[in-house]
C-alpha cells in the first residue's frame, strides 16, 4: 500500500500499484520452483540410494566412481540420458 503514499499521480501511483504486484507473482513462481526442485531432487537422491542397496557391497571403487559419474551425468543432462546410462549399466552387469 506504499504506492498510495509515495506516488503524486495517479499514473505513477497505478504504475508503481503495477510494479507490486508483478514482484508478488514472481516472489511466488520462484517459491514454487524452488518446491518442485526440492522434489526432484528429493526423488533423485532416494533413486540413488536404491540403486546403491540393490547393487550392495559387491560395487569397488571404480564401479561408485563410475556411479558418482552418472549422478553428476544426470543433474546435468536430465533423465533421459540416466535412464539410457541406467540401461546400459545393468546389460554391463548381466554379462558379469
Known sequence: MEYFRTSRTWSERFQNFRNEKTERVQAAQTRESAISNDDKRVEFDNHRANTIALAGPTLTEFEQKQLDVLVEEYRRTGE?????LEADICMQEMVL
Open 80 to 84: 533421459e540420458k540416466f535412464k539410457l
